[in-house]
């Protein structure tokens, strides 16, 4: 790997994302070094992720980026409608007296509750989302890579002949799903933790979410292949969300800004701003709150630097629900 150093600024943050001189780092052209060096056959993996705009760059990028954001034009009244159904009933599970787990009996379904509302009728195997985010992951062992590789290849032979049309909508469930999910339980766990016994009708919404599952995003500059093994160029890690930002730092960062900004940040505050509405209405308090993490959450730079995974990848949030 070429070295990795952080942009720890708000304004060093910005200025790179916005440049036009920097990039996001290919995972496809990691895959294409790995499969390369271990002739294995990672076509199906490469060709997911040269679909995946946040990967890519230039023309490639504008067109896959087109597409992605009219899908989600189409999608959004009736995504809004299936978020505003399951929101509505926050409340009643917020029971007194009752330990739950919001991610499992919440956030999840959420998710999938938007992930229909797409309406493109795609049939994506149970887990695979999490299973091709688990390819960005730099501890995922070779086998589970494999098993993955095998999983995508068998989703493009269902329909060959709208391969990237589909792949495209598999990416677009990619990059919603575990950004949402993770900001939407972290955000929850950060304001239940800091109240916790007071009235949720009672507390302080932040209009934003005040913590993000995506604290950080890679940049290379351009002209240097940081895979291909020769002059390697460094990588800049830029901090997009931290406890050293201002909140509204925080709250310009939370989506990037530039050409990658994320498509989905108009469903996302959407749903934020619903749940925060149907929280101000819950009789109940949080007594208690616990997050579980697939890694632990980055604290200092060094944790920033040495992620495994550029996302704060959520488990459970076990809440204990008082009157
Ligand atoms: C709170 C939730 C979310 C957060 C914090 C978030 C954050 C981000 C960030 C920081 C980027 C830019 C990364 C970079 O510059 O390297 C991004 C890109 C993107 N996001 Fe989101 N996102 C969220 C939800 C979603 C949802 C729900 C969707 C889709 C349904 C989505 C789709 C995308 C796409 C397609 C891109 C790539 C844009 C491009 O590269 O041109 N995001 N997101």
């Given amino acids: 790997m070429p070295p990795v150093v952080l942009a720890d600024s708000f304004a060093e943050s910005k200025r790179l994302l916005k440049s036009e001189n920097h990039q996001p780092v290919s995972i496809a052209d990691q895959y ?5 060096r271990l002739g294995l056959d990672f076509s199906p ?3 997911l992720f040269d679909l995946l705009p946040i990967f890519l760059h230039g023309s490639r990028h504008a067109e896959v980026r087109r597409i992605m954001a009219a899908r989600l034009a189409n999608a959004r009244v009736r995504q809004e409608q299936a978020a505003q159904r399951l929101i509505e009933q926050l409340p009643t599970l917020l029971a007194p007296g009752t330990t739950l787990d919001l991610v499992g009996s919440f956030v999840t379904p959420l998710w999938a509750a938007l992930a229909s509302a797409d309406n493109t009728k795609l049939e994506i195997e149970p887990g695979l989302a999490a299973d091709i985010i688990a ?5 995922s062992r070779l086998r589970d890579r494999m098993a993955t590789n095998e999983k995508i290849r068998r989703f493009i032979a269902l329909d060959p002949a709208n391969a990237d049309e589909r792949l495209i909508s598999l990416g677009l469930s990619v990059l919603g799903t575990l950004p949402l999910a993770g900001s939407i339980t972290l955000s929850l766990h950060s304001l239940f933790s800091a109240n916790l016994g007071k009235p949720l009708s009672s507390l302080n919404y932040p209009k934003r979410f005040p913590v993000s599952a995506i604290p950080v995003t890679d940049r290379v500059a351009v002209g240097h292949c940081p895979h291909a093994g ?8 830029c901090v997009l969300h931290s406890g050293k930002y201002s909140t509204e730092e925080n709250d310009e960062l939370l989506y990037g800004v530039g050409e990658h900004a994320c498509l989905g940040r108009s469903i996302a505050n ?10 101000s209405t819950a009789g109940s308090t949080i007594l208690s709150s616990q997050l579980a993490l697939e890694y632990p959450a980055p604290q200092t730079d060094e944790d920033l630097l040495n992620m495994p995974l550029g996302f704060i990848n959520v488990r459970a949030l076990k809440v204990e629900i008082g009157a």
């Fill in 32 to 36: 294409r070094a790995i499969g390369q």
């Fill in 45 to 47: 993996t490469i060709r």
């Fill in 135 to 139: 390819l960005l992951d730099s501890k």
């Fill in 230 to 237: 020769s002059a390697a160029g460094e990588i800049t890690r």
């Fill in 270 to 279: 959407a749903v934020w701003s619903m749940i925060t509405s149907a929280l």
